[in-house]
T-cell receptor, first 113, second 112 residues
Framework: EAQVTQNPRYLITVTGKKLTVTCSQNMNHEYMSWYRQDPGLGLRQIYYSMNVEVTDKGDVPEGYKVSRKEKRNFPLILESPSPNQTSLYFC????????????FGAGTRLSVL | TQLLEQSPQFLSIQEGENLTVYCNSSSVFSSLQWYRQEPGEGPVLLVTVVTGGEVKKLKRLTFQFGDARKDSSLHITAAQPGDTGLYLCAGRPPSNAGKSTFGDGTTLTVKP
């Protein structure tokens, strides 16, 4: 089954404790993105990648890092999480030939205390 | 940053009524997408519009892209409780294939 898998689905952590949210897709898609969703603000793009070893900042990259060492994986790294990073996070992927069709993971709900 | 403004933010209607959701910007987009999101799930693509003036229909849903490719609308005819959800528009700028901007969303509730 074609899918985007995020882990974990739920995470509660404390300020400053490094964490990684994993994202994996099995569709051989070139494009991958991370978004955060906050009430009343829709989805905001954090980082995106157009291929292996190619990443770029979205609209809200501060406090986040990403890497794209393999085509299927696009982890989101929070080196020193802060309470304002409490949010719902989504990973998405799309095929370069039809980049308008984004497939989303089920989301990771993060709480930073 | 290109912005997309969606309206209304909340909409509560009775089953059988019609409704329109708007997505507006001052910027040109190479394409606009409409997604629907259920609680606890990621957004699911409904449609993509690419050409200015384009109209697409998906059963009772009609999507339109503005002639200048700066705005779009979603019209639902005879809404049903199953249409309840969060509707999001999203656009890609002409200059950057990787970037994607989302509207704030419209929460639709259709009461039986």
């Amino acid at each position: 089954e074609a899918q985007v898998t995020q882990n974990p689905r739920y995470l509660i952590t404390v300020t400053g404790k490094k964490l990684t949210v994993t994202c994996s897709q099995n569709m051989n898609h070139e494009y991958m993105s991370w978004y955060r969703q906050d009430p009343g603000l829709g989805l905001r793009q954090i980082y995106y990648s157009m291929n292996v070893e190619v990443t770029d900042k979205g609209d809200v990259p501060e406090g986040y890092k990403v890497s794209r060492k393999e085509k299927r994986n696009f982890p989101l790294i929070l080196e020193s999480p802060s309470p304002n990073q409490t949010s719902l996070y989504f990973c998405a992927s799309s095929f370069r030939g039809n980049r308008n069709i984004q497939y989303f993971g089920a989301g990771t709900r993060l709480s930073v205390l | 940053t290109q912005l997309l403004e969606q309206s209304p933010q909340f909409l509560s209607i009775q089953e059988g009524e019609n409704l329109t959701v708007y997505c507006n910007s001052s910027s040109v987009f190479s394409s606009l997408q409409w997604y629907r999101q259920e609680p606890g799930e990621g957004p699911v693509l409904l449609v993509t519009v690419v050409t200015g003036g384009e109209v697409k229909k998906l059963k009772r849903l009609t999507f339109q892209f503005g002639d200048a490719r700066k705005d779009s609308s979603l019209h639902i005819t005879a809404a049903q409780p199953g249409d309840t959800g969060l509707y999001l528009c999203a656009g890609r700028p002409p200059s950057n294939a990787g970037k994607s901007t989302f509207g704030d969303g419209t929460t639709l509730t259709v009461k039986p």
